[in-house]
């Protein structure tokens, strides 16, 4: 028609029908339109009632779509204020990281500034410095001994792959099956590790890497060997050290006392640290803890893996990272202060369930963990018992358990 048109061909005027059917098909009616306008010639004119009323009701939306589009841009200034605000605060804190506490790490690291800006969680691009810092070098580990680790743990897997002769390495003693096994597990627990970052598994750009200070660690420690768990902590050294660096602090982080009795599965310390634990537990939350004991639930039902893994695996990686960040300054007693947290900010919830839900529960925490509210309720709970700090109590209990073992009768607290 459009054609005929320009042609200057003439046309037969459309009759009603057809013209009812063009309005349909190329005008298509608004829920405005609806509202406003009359209606089509070949049906009854509105009641002037109904037509006020239609008015009425248009202009009660136009008022709420304009609140709603308020409200969403007020939401929207907000968020980027907040961010603008949280960058600036970033930006600020890796100044004073860089430009005062590094440089002057042996003086300011205990002084009360930057235990304040550490507890607010050290931003990411100086995160690995501090961490290795904090965490020290008391093996004396260097990078020379790293490559020899990684050297031999890649003549050992040569070696078992080919089924050759055994290679002479500082595991002397443990079998080739013991060998295949703990080198089964490693592979299997890399592709198990961050498997939502896709940066661990098998064709991934830190899979490798991961591979090699999980082998090295064995060569190392080959009284340790590989335990389930250690392949999140090297994880998370990983995406924040250089290589050689991740495997000193790794290795030094597994070397720190609470970390090796869980690894080595030291049942007797393992027991004594889970006393501990209780008598804070029971200080801090009375209410919760009286629930777990009438349900029967040990904290090795959920403390275990919180442990093994440094949260990495329980908590969301970003949360995961600002415990790391305050272990790194408080050692083993945050990892404990954390666990207590946890119950604290859930104990509503802990207290309606029974012993399966609870286990359950802790065993997969919601991914959805609100940061600052999460650390509120860490910085709420007192690592104080009668006037004893977490390593008196610990040591009490270490003492009592000894006495125990040669028969004396338990001391009282």
């Known amino acids: 028609m459009e054609y005929e048109e320009k042609a200057g061909r003439p046309h037969k005027p459309l009759s009603p029908k057809q013209n009812v059917r063009k309005n349909l098909d190329f005008e298509p009616l608004s829920t405005t339109a609806l509202i406003l306008e009359d209606r089509p010639a070949n049906l009854p004119a509105k009641p002037a009632e109904e037509a006020q009323k239609h008015r009425q009701q248009y202009e009660e939306m136009v008022v709420q779509a304009k609140k709603r589009e308020l409200k969403e841009a007020q939401r ?19 100044l004073t990281w860089n430009n005062e506490i590094l440089p002057n790490w042996e003086t300011m690291c205990c002084s009360r500034k930057v235990r304040e800006l550490w507890w607010q969680g050290i931003p990411p691009s100086v995160r690995g410095k501090v961490w290795s810092l904090a965490i020290g070098n008391e093996l004396n580990i260097t990078h020379e001994l790293y490559d020899i680790c990684l050297a031999r743990a890649k003549e050992k897997w040569r070696s078992l792959s080919t089924g050759g002769a055994e290679v002479e390495c500082e595991d002397a003693g443990f079998s080739t099956a013991d060998r295949e096994a703990s080198l089964e597990l490693i592979k299997l627990d890399i592709s198990r590790t961050f498997p939502n970052l896709c940066i661990f598994q098998q064709g991934g750009p830190y899979h490798d890497t991961l591979h090699s200070i999980l082998g090295a660690y064995t060569c190392y420690r080959p009284d340790v060997g590989y ?17 050689a660096d991740a495997f000193i602090a790794f290795s030094n982080l597994l070397n720190k006392p609470c970390q090796m009795a869980f690894f080595r599965v030291d049942h007797g310390l393992m027991l004594t640290y889970f006393a501990a634990f209780e008598v804070f537990f029971e200080e801090n939350l009375p209410k919760l803890f009286a629930h777990f004991k009438k349900n029967n639930l040990t904290p090795d039902i959920y403390l275990i893996d919180w442990i093994f893994t440094l ?14 960040d305050v272990f790194c300054r408080d050692g083993e007693e945050f990892l404990f202060r954390t666990a207590l947290g946890i119950l604290k900010l859930f104990e509503d919830i802990l207290t309606k369930m029974d012993f399966i839900h609870i286990a359950q ?19 709420a709970i007192q690592i104080q018992s009668r006037n004893k700090k977490w390593a008196q109590v610990l040591t009490a209990l270490q ?15």
Request: proline letters at 5%; charged letters at 30%.
């Open 76 to 94: 929207r200034k907000k968020q980027l204020e907040e961010r603008c605000k949280l960058e600036e605060s970033i930006g600020n804190a890796v």
């Open 227 to 243: 335990v389930q768990g250690m392949s999140f902590i090297a994880a998370v050294l990983i995406l924040n050290l250089d290589t």
């Open 311 to 324: 949260y990495s695996k329980s908590l969301p990686l970003d949360l995961a990272c600002r415990v790391w």
């Open 361 to 379: 529960f802790l065993t997969k925490l919601p991914e959805d963990l609100p940061s600052e509210e999460f650390f509120t309720s860490i910085a």
């Open 399 to 413: 003492k009592d358990s000894r006495e125990m073992e040669k028969g004396s009768p338990s001391l009282k607290h």
